[in-house]
């Protein structure tokens, strides 16, 4: 079975300062991760993912994550928030259970102020 | 951009009457989804193809039927809306079905159903 928890539903921010988005998963295999934005009004797109590959995964639009298998985290993490950053981010597990259905995460909110 | 328009973006139904959602793919892709997206719950998965006439449930099937008669066309049917089935919508669509895929997401398709 597979499950994934966002920490945060809201993050709120300030321009120009770090982002964390914070993820853990519950697993029985070898996971996948996902991170997806969505802006308002908009469909969901891929920021990154973890493969079995590198465990430190860099992304789009300056964004990266760490896997840890120890802490079954993987946690988005941005050095310096922009206005345009703002959106809803979802954490996302897949692993075979069966089929290879992902799981969503609720969702946290990121709000950037000026 | 990956190709998949949805229709209509926006409906408002009365309980009681039947609709149609439609996700057309211009990619080919074997795997297409239909979410849910409400506050608080992410996306939850109401349906999913794995081919053409292949089709199986998802979470929250429930009220929901699907057909694929094409590649690039799957359809979401609510046979009688009732106000619970008030959310949006979003088809995805998936390469290659296991763990790794990444899934691309139509713009969605807000109901409301009176």
């Known amino acids: 079975a597979q499950s994934v928890t966002q920490l945060d539903s809201h993050v709120s921010v300030s321009e120009g300062t770090p982002v964390l988005l914070r993820c853990n998963y519950s697993s029985s295999y070898s996971p996948s991760l996902f991170w997806y934005v969505q802006h308002p009004n908009k469909g969901l797109q891929l920021l990154l993912k973890?493969?079995?590959?590198?465990?430190l995964v860099k992304g789009i639009n300056g964004f990266e994550a760490e896997f840890k298998k120890s802490e079954t985290s993987f946690h988005l993490t941005k050095p310096s928030a922009h206005m345009s950053d703002a959106a809803e981010y979802f954490c996302?597990?897949?692993?075979?259970?069966?089929?290879?259905?992902?799981?969503f995460g609720r969702g946290t909110s990121l709000i950037v102020h000026p | 951009d990956a190709g998949i328009t949805q229709s209509p973006r926006h409906k408002v139904t009365e309980t009681g009457t039947p609709v149609t959602l439609r996700c057309h793919q211009t990619?080919?892709?074997?795997?297409m989804y239909w979410y849910r997206q409400d506050p608080g719950h992410g996306l939850r998965l109401i349906h999913y193809?794995?081919?053409?006439?292949?089709?199986d449930k998802g979470e929250v099937s429930d009220g929901y039927s699907v057909s694929r008669s094409k590649t690039e066309d799957f359809l979401l049917t609510l046979e009688s809306a009732t106000s619970s089935q008030t959310s949006v919508y979003f088809c995805?669509?998936?390469?290659?079905?296991?763990?790794?895929?990444?899934?691309?997401f139509g713009p969605g398709t807000r109901l409301t159903v009176l």
């Open positions: 996302v597990v897949s692993d075979y259970g069966g089929s290879y259905i992902p799981t």
């Open positions: 973890y493969t079995s590959a590198a465990t």
């Open positions: 995805a669509i998936g390469t290659s079905g296991d763990s790794t895929d990444t899934q691309y």
């Open positions: 990619e080919n892709h074997r795997y």
């Open positions: 193809s794995y081919g053409v006439k292949d089709t």
